[in-house]
């Protein structure tokens, strides 16, 4: 969510060559796990001393603000609302994730029974949409009056 950028070549390709993919680090590192906020975060975190993968925080703030509400709403995780949205993603067979104790796993693994609705598909969406690259960007730019 935080990283979307393997949407733009490499899932068009694995689809048109008939091939699975297997995200790595779909809570980007920790960052989505809800325990990171605005207001600080957590200290002594595994991303203090080793921030990768390299994330826009702001963007991911903004993501941790949706799939925070939305877990609330159906009393899970930000987390595991984050994976759920992964595994309902064309193409992807399974998820590389990177719990690192028993808590953490069973937190992860409980994303395999949420449905997320449309709605909520399209809000997770909207917040963690790509950013048009050029030369997109400039053809909506100067295309906007006509």
Do not use: C
Not at 78 to 93: D, E, S
Not at 118 to 144: C, F, H, T
């Amino acid at each position: 969510l935080s990283g979307r950028d393997i949407e733009r070549e490499v899932l068009p390709l694995a689809a048109d060559q008939n091939l699975a993919v297997l995200p790595w680090s779909p809570l980007a590192g920790g960052f989505l796990s809800g325990k990171y906020t605005r207001d600080g975060d957590k200290a002594g975190a595994r991303r203090d001393a080793f921030d990768f993968p390299p994330i826009n925080k702001e963007k991911s703030y903004d993501i941790i603000d949706v799939i925070t509400e939305i877990g609330k709403q159906h009393g899970v995780s930000p987390a595991q609302i984050a994976l759920a949205w992964v595994r309902l993603q064309n193409g992807i067979t399974s998820t590389i994730i990177g719990a690192k104790n028993v808590e953490q796993l069973q937190d992860n693994l409980k994303s395999i029974e949420i449905e997320l609705s449309a709605d909520e598909l399209q809000r997770i969406n909207e917040v963690s949409a790509l950013q048009k690259e050029y030369p997109e960007w400039m053809v909506d730019r100067q295309g906007a009056d006509r």
